[in-house]
């Protein structure tokens, strides 16, 4: 079994096409829960009119199956707590030009 640690790092292969970032440096990942052969990730978007849930849904599918093995992969899709660019990671603001 993977480590949450691993599980993000994977997960950094999932780029949200509209800002060019990953979803875990830009703070869409709020849970993973792994277990033995299936693994459950609570994430967000940057807003709920974003069109691009399906595709996100897909690339951490492909992502935690093909490269992690996992059989199941449950991703949902919360909006609470709402995101905001507090939940970058300090590179993802640098490269936006946010402040630190």
């Not at 780029?15 to 440096?25: A, F, H, R, S, T």
């Not at 830009?26 to 299936?38: D, M, T």
């Not at 709920?48 to 595709?55: E, N």
């Not at 951490?60 to 970058?88: H, T």
Request: proline share 7%; aromatic share 8%; glycine share 6%.
């Amino acid at each position: 079994m993977y480590s949450k640690v691993q599980i993000l790092d994977a997960l950094k292969e999932v780029v949200d096409p509209e800002i060019g970032l990953n979803i875990v440096d830009v703070g869409l990942v709020y849970r993973v829960e792994p277990a033995e052969e299936k693994i459950e990730v609570d994430f967000t978007l940057t807003s709920p009119g974003c069109p691009l849930g399906d595709h996100i849904v897909a690339e951490i599918n492909r992502v935690l199956q093909d490269k992690l093995g996992y059989k199941e992969v449950i991703a949902n899709l919360i909006w609470n707590p709402p995101w905001s660019i507090d939940f970058m990671s300090e590179e993802a603001r640098l490269e936006l030009g946010y402040p630190i």
